[in-house]
Structure formats: C-alpha cells, structure tokens
C-alpha cells in the first residue's frame, strides 16, 4: 500500500527526467495516462458520440502499452494484438454509432442519461 | 489386438448392433427386423465357436484378458475389455448358443403379435447385455451390465404393456433385482475400500484378474493384511452375493422370477431359464476365489442354494399353469447351482448351469410351443393328450424332462450326480443335511415333472379348442435343444467312468499355474452310491408321479386333505408376498411419510430461508444499478481498481 | 526511442486527449481526437512499429474520424442543444477514478526495476542486451504479414468475419425498415 500512496513522488521523478533517457515506463505511464483521460471521459460526458470518442481514447491507450511491451521484449506479438484491436474498434465503432444514430430517432436525443432502460 | 480380443469385441457388440439397426431403421419392416437380430446373434456365436476352439483348443497359449482404460478419476482407473478364459467363453457359448435358438423360435412363436421388431431389438439389446457380464473383466464392468440386463428384462417381461398384470411383472423384477443390486453396490465399495485402506491405491484395484493375484499373493505383507481384515472381506463378498442372489432368484429375492412369466415364452426360456438367471451363478463362479477362503461365506451360499431348492420344487408341485410350474422348477435348479457353489464346487454349478441352460430352454420352448399349439392356453387342467397331436414336441419336452429328473444317460443325471457328490462330502455346517434335502430336491423334481407331462400330454384332452401341432421354425430349435439336452453330459462325465472324464472342471481350472480361479475346489469324483441314491430318488418320484396322475392308484384329492396346512403354504407360496406387501405397506409406508414430513416441515423451511435471504439481498442490490451507463462503468473500474491493488498488497 | 519523438507525440496524444474530452462541440472532440491520433502514430514510428503507426494515421484518423464526423452531422445537433445536454457531471468522481487507476500503474511500474533504466530494464541498451537482433524490429510489414497469415490466421479470418458482422449490424440496425 506505501507503494500506492508513493507513487506521486515516483511520477514526479519520471517527470524530472526530461530530456533524459526515455524507458518503456515511460511509455507505460504515458498509456496509463492516456487511458485514464479517456475513463475520465467516459465518466463525466452524457453525448454518446463524445463517450464513444472517449472509448477510442482508452483503446488507444492499452494500444500503447501494447507496442511498448512488444519492443520491450523484441517481439511482434503486441503488435499483432494492436492490429487486431484496431479491427475490433473499427467494428465497434460501426456499430456503436449505428446505435446512436437508432437510439437518436427513437428517442430524439444521444444522451446516455435518457436511456435508462437496462435497469435491474 | 489379437484374434481372441477381436473375437470377444465381435460377441459382445453384434447384438448391440442388431438392436441399433432395428431401432434406428427397420422398425416397420418385421422380416427384416428379426433377421437382423437372428443375424446378429448368428455373428456372436461363430466368433464364439471361433473363440472356444482357440480357448479349449491344444495350444493353450492365449492371453485372456483385453482390456482398455475406461475412465481414470485420481488414483481410480476403471478398465473396459473382455476376458476370454475357459469359464466365460463357456458361459457366452450357452448364451449365444441357447439365445441362438430362441431367436429362431420367437419368428414362429411371436408370429401376429404387435411390437415384433422393438421384441427382437429388446431381446438383442438382452443378450448384449447379459454377453457384457459374462466377457467382462472387472466389477465395475459387470455391475453396469448387471443394471443393463435388468433394464432389458424390465422391457421384456413388460412386453405384452397393455397387460396390468405384466407391467405388474416387469415392476416387480425390477425392484427385487434394485435390492440385490443394492447390497452389491455396497460391497463393490466395500471391498474397494478396504483393499485401499490397507493396501494402498497402487494394488487396489477392480479387475477380476488383479484381485485373484491379491487373493494369492505371496507377499507376506499382503498375506497379512488380508488375514487381518478377513472379516470385512468376508462380508463384502457376502454383500456382493445378494446381487447374485437377486439375479438368480434365490430366497428370500425370489419373488420376481414366478411373476416373470407373464413375458412372451421365448422370453421365459431366456431369461429365466438359461441365461438372466445363470448370471448370479457365474458371478459367484467368477468371484470364486473370493467366496474360497471364508467357511462362513461358503456356508451361507450352500444354506441358501438349499433352501431354495427344497422351496422351489414344494410349490412346484400345486401350481397349474405349465410355465409356473417350469418356473418353480427353474428355481429350484439354480438352488441346486448355488448349493453346488458353496459346497465348493464351482465345476459342478458351472456344468449344472450348462446342462440346464439345454434341457430348461427346451422345457420352455416345449412349454411354448404346446402353449401355442392350444391356442394360448396356459392351463394343464385344459390340456392332456397332446401326445398324439404334438409329436415332436411330446418327444422333445419328454428328453427335456427326463433331462431334468435327473435319469440317466441325460445330460441332467451327470450334472445332478456331480452336485450330490460334491455335497456328500462337502464340508460346511450341515452338509449331510444340505445332501439329503438335495436328494429330496431330486426325488421331487422327478414327481412334479411327471405330474406336468402326465397333465399335459397323456390322457384325454380336456381343452376346447382343437390343438396343433407348431411350425418348423419352433420344432426344429427343439430338436436342436433336445440333442443337446442328450449330450451335453459328455461335457463332464466322472473320471470314474472314463478315462476322458472331467472335461469341463479340467478346461475350467486350466493349464495355467497358480492363482488359479477357483481354489480349494473339489476334485471331481463318481460315488457310485450317490448315483444310486439320486436314481433311486428320481425313479421313485416318477413312479409317484405316476401312481397319483396317470394310474390314479391313490386319490391325489384325499392325500392334499390329509396335508391341508401343507397344500395351503404351498398355494401360498409360503406367504412371501403377503409377508412383502406388509412390509411395504406398513414399514417402508411409515418411514416415506416421515420423509415426507421432514422434508415438508424442516428442509423446505430451511430453503425457503435461504432462498428469501437470496431475494431479500437482490432486491437491495439492484437498486445500485439504475440503468445509467457512467455509473457502471465506475462501479467496473473500482472493482478493476481493488482487485488489482489486492493482488499487488498480496505480492 | 528518441526522447524527442516521445515528448512531442506524448504531449499532442495527452493534449489532444484531455481536449477531446472537454470540449462541449462535438466536432471540436472529434478533431483535437484527431490530433492526438496524430500523436500517438508519432510514438509508434518513434518505437520503430512503423506498420501500426501508418495503420493508427489510416484507420483511425482517417476511417474511423471521418464516420464519427458523418454521424455527427447526421443527427444534426445544434449547438445550444449540445450545451444544454452535455453538462459535465460527476467531474470529481471521475477524476478520483482516472487519478486511482493512474497511481495504480504508476505505482506498479515505478515499483521495480524491471521496466525503468538500469540492469535488465526497459532502457534502450539494456533492451538491446537482452533481445539482441530482434530488438532492431523495423515494424516492417513484412514481418507483421508473417506472423499474421501463419502464426495468427485464425484469428485474422475470426476478425474478418467480425467485420462483416460489424457492416451488415451497422446497415441492420440504421435502416428504418428491413
């Protein structure tokens, strides 16, 4: 638990490092980074299209990681899986919007907070 | 795989074949249905015939036992295969053989009836079964194809489904048979357990021929821990021994077999003359070397085998309808297997079982084809006189007879002898009075055989409709039966009367060295004087027979009012019935309402807790999810979040 | 891994990010996406993974941008409704959550020595070290071909498959009347 409650000093020292030698935990922090603007997006927005924007933020994020772990260990194995997240979110992308543009004319209106229908 | 595996593989699944053909694409096609099935059975017997002639054949180098893993759970490794040693590859000779036979004559007897082709898939899907427990090469094996066989005759004797009575039948053959197989079950475990316990999983085991090597080991330390524990091993063989006692109706679980008749004849002759009921008797045959060793488990096999046939034949002699009377006979006879069995004489049963296997098939196919010639009459008070206008089964059924009566040369007389023998110096508790209910048993099967021909075939015809006498396709298994009804005593005739004797306990002891199958067994021997005494006694019965029935000498009326106790325990059947009809109704009754009422009152209650509980704490929890999408996805990252921190807190 | 590639591509992915997310017009999140697309293909060619970055510029920039920017002028939003609608809320839990997962990894990653600098680490020599030859991965297509017609066909042939349930979901779900 230290470990956790360190880890702002810990950043603040990767943060020193500008201009020094850059390491995969530096593509780590940054994809972690990433990812969590897009859950803070994900969160906070209502338009649908902005929370699926944000969906694509996050997907990019673990992306990054994915290619930092594949040039940390000299094999392509992480890009293999980039290329095949990268269909998977062309796909849902597709369909996501798709169901936007239904949920839009059934409901006249992309906002999340209007469909509360899958409610225990 | 060797030819002999291959030729066990084809016994065994040529009928279960036959059946999935029938089953699957000719059920409306009759002809071809019971052609498949005789075909079927007709492939098991020459890859049988195949097989004996490699089995008893010169050349005794042969490995008997295939087998493959079946199911392997922890240190548990149950194997499936075939074992082809003398005593089954014997005993699937008298099943394919018999069945042979059987089959042929259902395509006449069974001519007209409805169901024709589910009849022959029943009865293919039978012999697979009982073929299972014969080839098999452990416990585990056997018992599934013990449950098979009882299924399959739960079918048969149901055939006719329409019949109350029938279904009645196949109800009760089932549930008897549960409670054997009850009390086997609890010895398979028993004797599993215990041999884990003190031996460990490595030499545990179900296979027939690993426990023989355990029950002749050497090894001092196994010596030990088998003499330690003799008396959980006695009683895990006596628990075993209820299934053979359920299956080969024997007292008290007879009760079945008499009500089994209410199936097609050919059905009966099957079943419950050669083969369904022979497998309690090769079980134990099976299981010899296991009986060996304890006096008191051999001991309880030969008092009830005993029993059981003194029983029997006394209700034998006041039953008039001529399959029950051949029923009461067949019980009769397997006691007398059984008696044999636990004089330690496991030849003798096997050979009597052979014997009677022919003799009782034919008494049942005779019976059949008498049944049909009257026009589905039952009856022997609506019978009588036959003789004239049925001569070949009046022929056939009197070798079968004299065959069972125990009249020498007949195949029945050596047989016979050989049990009487092995009980007049057997060596368990009472065995001189074990011998002289076995000759009283003779004197009376040869008095109620002679009363049932005499009723049916002699004197004047007492039924209505005009009799007949049947097709080929049923005379010629008759006759086919009866020859070997003549000659299957050369089988084992005594070394006292030539040179050449002993065949069958020879072959079944085998050239092979120790651990043998049967241990202790009895070298057989002939006593002339007890050939003399079960002539004198079968001699004696027919002349009674005759006195009473035929010549009417002396007034079989007034002799049963001078018995009246007698005569009624014996309509009575001894009251087992009744005696099981109480129990159920007031005993079992009782402790399922009390079930009942605990279940109702005190399970219910607890799971309806639990279950409101269940309800209580969803109804408070579903009103976290209220349907909006970002709050989801908080509660999933949180739950992400305390997992992850978890597993770094636990590194 | 030239520092430079990583602060400039970092920044406009990190930049473009935090703006897609806060901007109101949607329009406007689309393009600064666009951007930090634009970053994030800068970090992959600076990570020698020349096939994903050009892949990142094409699919995503280019395909997917573009359909969001269509089914944004599809459903026609004005401006003023945009606002009305898309009040931030929960702007606290939101950050408690992003900054939790954050420390999470920062923290898992900082932790040791495994991917920081240093013996056996995530540094440039000592991946060199450790991977020898296969460190010097170009990202060449031809490679990526490789492990995905052989070592991956499944798979693949799986994904296209997705698509094509993907395209005929999409036309399904969108057309008024089958």
Not at chain 1, 61 to 81: C, D, K, P, T, W
Not at chain 1, 93 to 117: F, Y
Not at chain 2, 275 to 295: I, S, W
Not at chain 3, 92 to 114: D, K
């Amino acid at each position: 638990m230290d470990m956790l409650l360190s880890s702002p000093t810990l950043l603040a020292s990767a943060l020193a490092s500008i201009g020094g030698e850059i390491t995969t935990s530096h593509y780590i922090v940054l994809s972690a980074l990433i990812f969590g603007v897009g859950l803070f997006g994900v969160i906070t927005r209502k338009n649908a299209v902005v929370i699926l924007m944000s969906l694509e933020l996050m997907l990019n994020g673990a992306n990054l990681a994915f290619v930092a772990f594949s040039r940390h260990h000299g094999n392509l194995q992480g890009q293999v899986f980039v290329f095949f997240i990268i269909a998977v979110a062309a796909a849902e992308a597709a369909v996501a919007l798709a169901i936007i543009i239904a949920m839009n004319r059934v409901k006249g209106s992309v906002n999340l907070d209007d469909a509360t229908e899958l409610k225990g | 795989m060797e030819p002999l595996a291959l030729y066990g593989y084809i016994i065994l699944f040529a009928p279960l074949v036959a059946t999935a053909l029938i089953t699957c694409f000719t059920l409306k096609h009759k002809a071809v249905s019971s052609w498949i099935a005789i075909g079927g059975m007709l492939v098991a017997f020459g890859a049988n015939v195949l097989a004996a002639m490699q089995v008893f054949g010169a050349d005794a180098s042969f490995e008997p036992v295939h087998e493959i893993e079946w199911l392997s759970v922890g240190h548990v490794m149950i194997p499936f295969g075939v074992q082809m040693d003398a005593l089954s590859v014997m005993m699937s000779l008298i099943v394919t053989g018999v069945g042979l036979c059987i089959f042929v004559f259902s395509t006449g007897y069974m001519k007209g009836e409805d169901g024709w082709s589910r009849y022959f898939a029943c009865l293919s899907l039978f012999s697979f079964s009982m073929l299972g427990i014969v080839l098999s090469t452990n416990l585990i094996q056997t018992f599934i194809f013990w449950e098979l066989v009882g299924v399959s005759s739960y079918a048969l004797i149901g055939y006719y489904f329409h019949k109350d009575s029938a279904v009645d039948a196949g109800k009760k053959a089932f549930l008897t048979n549960r409670i054997g197989d009850f009390g086997m079950t609890w010895g398979i475990i028993l004797l599993f357990y215990t041999l884990v316990d003190t031996l460990g999983w490595e030499r545990a085991s179900f296979s027939y021929e690993k426990l023989k090597l355990l029950y002749h080991a050497s090894d001092p330390l196994i010596v030990q821990v088998m003499a330690d524990h003799s008396g959980t091993l006695a009683l895990a063989t006596l628990l075993i021994f209820t299934g053979a006692v359920a299956k080969s109706a024997q007292v008290p679980l007879h009760v079945w077999l008499p009500d089994a008749m209410e199936g097609p004849t050919p059905v009966s002759a099957l079943m419950h003359a050669a083969t369904m009921v022979a497998a309690g008797v090769f079980l134990v045959c099976r299981l010899f070397f296991m009986f060996a060793p304890y006096e008191i488990a051999l001991g309880v096999v030969a008092w009830m085998g005993g029993i059981t046939a003194l029983l029997a034949a006394g209700v034998a002699f006041v039953q008039h309808d001529i399959k029950k009377v051949l029923a009461y006979s067949t019980l009769s006879q397997l006691g007398y297997m059984v008696l044999a069995l636990g004089m330690g004489a496991p030849a003798a049963a096997m050979f009597h079982l052979t014997t009677h296997a022919f003799f009782k098939a034919l008494l049942f196919l005779g019976s059949g084809s008498v049944i049909y010639g009257c026009h589905h009459e039952q009856d022997m008070r609506k019978m009588g006189g036959l003789r004239k206008t049925m001569p070949v089964t009046f022929w056939t059924f009197m070798i079968g007879t004299a065959a069972l009566a125990g009249i020498a040369p007949f195949s029945g007389f050596w047989s016979k002898d050989a049990i009487l023998s092995a009980a007049s110096v057997g060596h368990v508790p009472g065995a001189p009075i074990l011998y002289g209910m076995g000759v009283l048993v003779a004197l009376m099967t040869a008095a109620y055989m002679g009363r049932c021909v005499i009723l049916t075939f002699f004197g004047e015809y007492r039924g209505h409709a005009k009799p007949h006498e049947s097709p080929v396709s049923m005379t010629g298994p008759l006759v086919v039966l009866a020859t070997a009804s003549v000659f299957a005593g050369v089988l084992s005739i005594p070394k006292g009367i030539s040179e050449h004797g002993g065949w069958l306990e020879h072959a079944l002891v085998g050239a092979t060295t120790a651990p043998v199958w049967f241990p202790g067994m009895h070298e057989e021997v002939f006593l002339p004087s007890v050939a003399i005494v079960g002539t004198v006694a079968a001699l004696f019965g027919l002349f009674l027979a005759y006195m009473f029935y035929a010549k009417k000498a002396w007034s079989i009326d007034s002799f049963v009012a001078a018995v009246k106790p007698l005569h009624t325990l014996l309509e009575k059947k001894y009251y087992f019935d009744e005696a099981y009809l109480w129990l159920v109704a007031n005993v079992q009754q009782t402790i399922a309402e009390t079930c009942g009422f605990i279940e109702v009152h005190v399970l219910r209650r607890i799971v309806d807790a639990v279950a409101g509980t269940t309800r209580w704490f969803g109804g408070q929890v579903r009103l976290l999810l209220d349907g909006h999408l970002h709050r989801y996805v908080t509660l999933a990252l949180f739950g992400a979040v305390v997992i992850i921190a978890a597993v770094l807190v636990g590194n | 891994m030239d520092p430079w590639t990583f602060w400039l591509g970092g920044s406009l992915a990190l930049g473009g990010g935090l703006l897609t997310v806060t901007r109101k017009n949607a329009v406007a999140s689309v393009l600064w996406l666009i951007v930090a697309f634009l970053g994030m293909s800068t970090l992959f060619l600076g990570m020698d993974a020349g096939f994903i970055g050009v892949l990142q510029i094409l699919v995503y920039a280019g395909a997917i941008m573009i359909l969001f920017l269509f089914v944004i002028m599809l459903l026609n939003l004005t401006p003023s409704g945009l606002l009305r609608m898309d009040r931030p809320r929960g702007t606290t839990l939101g950050l408690a959550s992003a900054a939790a997962f954050i420390a999470l990894i920062v923290a898992i990653v900082t932790g040791g020595q495994q991917w920081t600098g240093g013996q056996g680490g995530g540094s440039e020599a000592a991946i060199l070290e450790r991977t020898g030859e296969a460190s010097m991965l170009e990202g060449s297509v031809l490679d990526i071909a490789d492990q995905l017609f052989n070592a991956h066909l499944l798979p693949f042939e799986a994904a296209s498959v997705l698509l094509l349930v993907a395209i005929v979901g999409a036309v399904a779900l969108t057309k008024r009347k089958l």
